[in-house]
C-alpha cells in the first residue's frame, strides 16, 4: 500500500505578490519605453527623409545626423546645419554664409508661414555691428530679416562639431547654432 502526502501548496504572500506586480510593472514601463524609443526613432528617420528632400530642392545639403526638433501643441520646429558650416572660416561670416536649413510651423502671433527656409547670416546694412538671419525660400528669396546675435567662444568646438539648439517659449522660439568659435542665436518672437 502506498501512501501519498499531499504536497503543501505554495501560499503566494503579500510579499510575492508585491514582487510579481513590480516585475510585471517594470516590464510594463519597460515595454512602454521602448514604444517610445521606436516612435523617436520612426519620426527621425521620416522627418529626416522629408528634410533631405526640401533642402536638396532648395540647393543645399544638410547635415542630417545633427537635425534637432523642437515642438510644443503650438509650434513645430525642425532644423539641421548646412554641409560645411562647420568649416567656415572666421572672415567668412562677415561675408554672409548659409547656416540652417528649417522647417517652422510658427504660433498664432508670428507673422511666418509654415514651410521650409534656408537660414543665412549676413552684416546688417546700416547698423554698424549688428547682424540678420535672412529666411530664404527654395528659390533664394528673402522672406523675412530678424535680428541675430554672434558671438565668439573662447572655447572653440573642434573643427566638425556642430551644436545646434531649439528654445521654445511662451512667447518666442530661439534657433542656435554653435561652431567652431562662432555661436548664431536667431529669436523669432511675436
Request: hydrophobic share 45%; aromatic share 4%; net charge positive.
Given at each position: 500500500?502506498?501512501?501519498?502526502?499531499?504536497?503543501?501548496?505554495?501560499?503566494?504572500?503579500?510579499?510575492?505578490?508585491?514582487?510579481?506586480?513590480?516585475?510585471?510593472?517594470?516590464?510594463?514601463?519597460?515595454?512602454?519605453?521602448?514604444?517610445?524609443?521606436?516612435?523617436?526613432?520612426?519620426?527621425?528617420?521620416?522627418?529626416?527623409?522629408?528634410?533631405?528632400?526640401?533642402?536638396?530642392?532648395?540647393?543645399?545639403?544638410?547635415?542630417?545626423?545633427?537635425?534637432?526638433?523642437?515642438?510644443?501643441?503650438?509650434?513645430?520646429?525642425?532644423?539641421?546645419?548646412?554641409?560645411?558650416?562647420?568649416?567656415?572660416?572666421?572672415?567668412?561670416?562677415?561675408?554672409?554664409?548659409?547656416?540652417?536649413?528649417?522647417?517652422?510651423?510658427?504660433?498664432?502671433?508670428?507673422?511666418?508661414?509654415?514651410?521650409?527656409?534656408?537660414?543665412?547670416?549676413?552684416?546688417?546694412?546700416?547698423?554698424?555691428?549688428?547682424?540678420?538671419?535672412?529666411?530664404?525660400?527654395?528659390?533664394?528669396?528673402?522672406?523675412?530679416?530678424?535680428?541675430?546675435?554672434?558671438?565668439?567662444?573662447?572655447?572653440?568646438?573642434?573643427e566638425g562639431r556642430i551644436v545646434v539648439t531649439i528654445d521654445i517659449s511662451k512667447s518666442h522660439f530661439k534657433l542656435d547654432?554653435?561652431?567652431?568659435?562662432?555661436s548664431v542665436e536667431i529669436t523669432f518672437e511675436d
Open positions: 500500500m502506498s501512501i501519498s502526502q499531499a504536497r503543501p501548496r505554495p501560499q503566494l504572500t503579500t510579499l510575492g505578490l508585491l514582487a510579481i506586480l513590480g516585475l510585471a510593472s517594470s516590464l510594463v514601463a519597460q515595454d512602454a519605453g521602448q514604444e517610445i524609443v521606436d516612435a523617436n526613432q520612426n519620426l527621425r528617420q521620416r522627418v529626416t527623409a522629408t528634410m533631405a528632400k526640401a533642402s536638396r530642392a532648395a540647393g543645399v545639403a544638410i547635415l542630417p545626423d545633427n537635425l534637432v526638433i523642437g515642438s510644443r501643441n503650438d509650434v513645430l520646429v525642425v532644423s539641421a546645419p548646412i554641409d560645411g558650416v562647420s568649416k567656415l572660416a572666421d572672415g567668412e561670416l562677415e561675408r554672409g554664409a548659409k547656416l540652417m536649413f528649417v522647417f517652422i510651423s510658427p504660433p498664432e502671433g508670428i507673422e511666418l508661414a509654415r514651410g521650409f527656409y534656408t537660414v543665412k547670416l549676413i552684416r546688417h546694412r546700416t547698423q554698424r555691428g549688428a547682424w540678420l538671419a535672412q529666411l530664404l525660400d527654395a528659390k533664394g528669396a528673402v522672406v523675412r530679416e530678424l535680428g541675430a546675435t554672434v558671438t565668439t567662444d573662447d572655447n572653440p568646438l573642434p547654432i554653435h561652431f567652431r568659435r562662432s
